[in-house]
């Protein structure tokens, strides 16, 4: 009964929340004191406003948040299940945090739930006091955005009562993009009480609705896969020393300091400002130009309407807009070959100049021109190079693994750079790029084929807004210079790519509970078949590997290349074959299969099927 009438009185106090909230937006645009502040004042006043709520009052809420349930767990009210640090280490996916945030898909319990979520949290305060070490007297301040997923607003939540309850004060975003929360931590504004000392975006990019996630950033970038082992050992400990009193006061606590302001419109000012300058101080540099933004139903909507809009573009047949956790369109990742073509399919019909597509949560984009071409991956790759590279000549370009060797040529041969391909990962890339200019070696974009990418000048934040922005900037530079409209200038920067008749990735699983793995991990297990193709290929005269490589085996052969490597999160290695023909390819792919075979846990049924045509 205590448990059920803490629910209830959970519902009722955060439908008030809401609906305060709602007022005090509408005052906002009237009274507007400040230019950005929602809400700094407590959400809650007293437990007797609470019970004037009616259940009508409540539905009306939950519908205008489209169904999201708020704080549907009232951690006062209920039992703490107990979950172990191994569980919590399981969270881990390289340098973010994943789980399964919503009940209802068979096979897959709630991983991430309020109370683990609110642990993290807590461990990330504990972990930024470590590295802040603020005086005394000063409160770390972290920023809260999420994407579309429908979690989103329960771990909002649940983030928010894990940071207040350690003492540090919660700003919370609302709807954000992952890129603009990095930029929170250095954007010099106090009506929007920023920096902030660490922010915390709550996605999961483009997997399904019912997973979440969480990256942390301070002014220093992404954390890395360190940090958030550190992060996930401490939450651990945390969640262990968690009672029915301590969760009550953080939520106590979280109800009265949370603050609301709309960072975005900061964010989104500043790339327009941005394009403006590079325009020559134009105010409205892409008047005549037409492009159409794919948003998946993520969080990136806000590109046309804030960004493309006030400088001057129509935006008109723009598509999957709104936000939608059920991502009812198509995934939103620009390595999704229907998303590609969702976006082809608006470009063509609508007979725009240029076609921009984002990921759930705007750190990864790709782009298509007005002639249906697509620029993501390699082709989005040489042409941000093309667009650094006559800006910084000569400058090194970082790129992960997977990449095409005709876009080394591109780079090297045709723009004068140096392609540095490194390992497949943003965060390695990024990092890896800091590192070289740290040892002397220029470099100024980092960038991967799935769509994310760093510039040096954008602090290394890996912002799909904002290499979008780069392409616009050219759009607009070109037009000033007389050179006309339309996307040709960008179309003519690619000019000269060579690129493979035949490309494919194949994901070979490994499968865990093989007895071949002998009780060992299926890391281990992806390094002995690596091992073992690698002394495979050395023995064929047909093949050479690749004389530098930092991860898997690359291996030239039949005017084409493979690559296996071990995934960075899942027990898969994947595999990238390109040859100039389907034979060709299909002759690499019996290559790697003569090797593989020998190794029953590995999965290679999708091989099997690609050299069997
Ligand atoms: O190694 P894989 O399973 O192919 O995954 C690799 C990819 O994982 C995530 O999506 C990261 O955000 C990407 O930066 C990375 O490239």
């Known amino acids: 009964m205590a448990a059920i009438s803490g629910k209830?009185?959970?519902?009722v106090l955060v439908a008030k929340c809401c609906q305060q909230d709602r007022q005090l937006s509408t005052q906002h645009q009237k009274n507007c004191c400040t230019p950005y502040r929602q809400n700094f004042l407590p959400y809650i006043r007293g437990k007797l406003e609470w019970i004037d709520i009616s259940t009508m009052q409540l539905r009306t809420s939950s519908k205008f948040n489209r169904g999201i349930?708020?704080?549907n767990a009232a951690p006062s009210a209920t039992a703490i299940p107990s979950v172990d640090k191994g569980a919590f280490l399981k969270l881990q996916n390289s340098s973010d945090i994943r789980g399964v945030a919503v009940d209802g898909v068979e096979g897959e319990p709630v991983s991430l739930t309020e109370l683990v979520t609110e642990a993290i949290a807590a461990a990330f305060a504990a972990w930024l006091e470590d590295r802040k070490k603020p005086d005394p007297s000063r409160r770390l301040k972290v920023s809260i955005g999420y994407d579309s997923r429908i979690s989103a607003q329960k771990l909002q939540?649940?983030?928010?009562?894990?940071?207040?309850?350690?003492?540090?004060?919660?700003?919370?975003?609302?709807?954000?993009?992952?890129?603009?929360?990095?930029?929170?931590?250095?954007?010099?504004?106090?009506?929007?009480?920023?920096?902030?000392?660490?922010?915390?975006?709550?996605?999961?990019?483009?997997?399904?609705?019912?997973?979440?996630?969480?990256?942390?950033?301070?002014?220093?970038?992404?954390?890395?896969?360190?940090?958030?082992?550190?992060?996930?050992?401490?939450?651990?400990?945390?969640?262990?020393?968690?009672?029915?009193?301590?969760?009550r006061d953080a939520e106590r606590k979280a109800a009265q300091c949370v603050k609301r302001v709309d960072y975005m419109t900061v964010y989104t000012s500043d790339l327009v400002a941005a394009v403006r300058k590079a325009a020559g101080n134009v105010e409205k540099p892409l008047e005549g130009f037409h492009i159409v933004v794919d948003a998946g139903n993520g969080a990136g909507g806000f590109?046309?309407?804030?960004?493309?809009?006030?400088?001057?573009?129509?935006?008109?047949?723009?598509?999957?807009?709104?936000?939608?956790?059920y991502f009812p369109n198509h995934i939103p990742n620009p390595e999704d070959k229907e998303a590609m073509k969702a976006i082809t399919r608006a470009v063509l019909d609508n007979e725009a100049d240029l076609g921009i597509i984002f990921d759930t949560d705007v750190d990864r984009s790709a782009a298509v021109d007005s002639s249906?071409?697509?620029?993501?991956?390699?082709?989005?790759?040489?042409?941000?190079?093309?667009?650094?590279?006559?800006?910084?000549?000569?400058?090194?370009?970082?790129?992960?693994?997977?990449?095409?060797?005709?876009?080394?040529?591109?780079?090297?041969?045709?723009?004068?750079?140096?392609?540095?391909?490194?390992?497949?990962?943003?965060?390695?890339?990024?990092?890896?790029?800091?590192?070289l200019n740290s040892v002397g070696e220029e470099s100024h974009l980092a960038i991967e084929t799935s769509g994310h990418g760093a510039l040096k000048e954008n602090h290394w934040l890996d912002d799909g807004a904002y290499l979008m922005v780069k392409l616009l900037n050219k759009l607009a530079s070109a037009k000033a210079s007389g050179l006309g409209g339309g996307s040709k200038v960008l179309t003519d920067l690619v000019e000269g790519l060579e690129e493979p008749g035949f490309a494919a990735e194949l994901r070979l699983k490994i499968d865990q509970n093989h007895a071949d793995l002998k009780g060992g991990s299926f890391r281990?297990?992806?390094?002995a078949v690596l091992?073992?193709?690698?002394?495979?290929?050395?023995?064929d005269p047909k093949l050479q590997k690749a004389p530098v490589n930092y991860e898997g085996v690359r291996v030239s052969g039949y005017g084409g290349w493979f690559l296996l490597r071990l995934s960075l999160h899942d027990p898969v290695l994947p595999l990238n074959i390109e040859a100039p023909t389907n034979e060709d390819a299909v002759k690499l792919g019996l290559a790697v299969l003569s090797a593989v075979k020998e190794f029953p846990a590995l999965d290679t049924s999708a091989l099997d099927k690609f050299v069997q045509g």
Do not use: W
């Open 157 to 247: 939540d649940a983030v928010s009562r894990g940071l207040v309850g350690a003492g540090v004060d919660v700003i919370q975003y609302g709807l954000a993009s992952t890129p603009a929360m990095f930029n929170s931590t250095l954007t010099q504004n106090e009506d929007v009480f920023c920096p902030v000392d660490g922010s915390i975006m709550i996605t999961a990019s483009h997997l399904p609705f019912n997973r979440n996630g969480l990256k942390f950033f301070t002014d220093a970038g992404g954390l890395g896969k360190v940090d958030i082992k550190d992060i996930l050992e401490r939450a651990a400990d945390i969640y262990q020393n968690f009672t029915e009193e301590s969760l």
């Open 531 to 539: 091992q073992h193709l690698e002394n495979i290929t050395d023995a």
């Open 8 to 11: 209830v009185v959970q519902h």
């Open 303 to 325: 590109f046309a309407g804030k960004v493309l809009e006030p400088l001057g573009a129509i935006t008109s047949g723009s598509q999957f807009l709104e936000p939608d956790g």
């Open 69 to 71: 349930v708020y704080c």
């Open 524 to 527: 281990t297990y992806g390094e």
């Open 372 to 435: 249906g071409h697509e620029f993501n991956r390699n082709r989005l790759i040489a042409l941000m190079s093309a667009i650094v590279l006559e800006e910084h000549p000569g400058t090194t370009i970082v790129t992960d693994s997977v990449t095409s060797d005709g876009l080394t040529t591109f780079i090297e041969k045709k723009l004068g750079g140096r392609h540095h391909r490194f390992k497949r990962g943003y965060k390695n890339v990024i990092d890896e790029a800091i590192r």
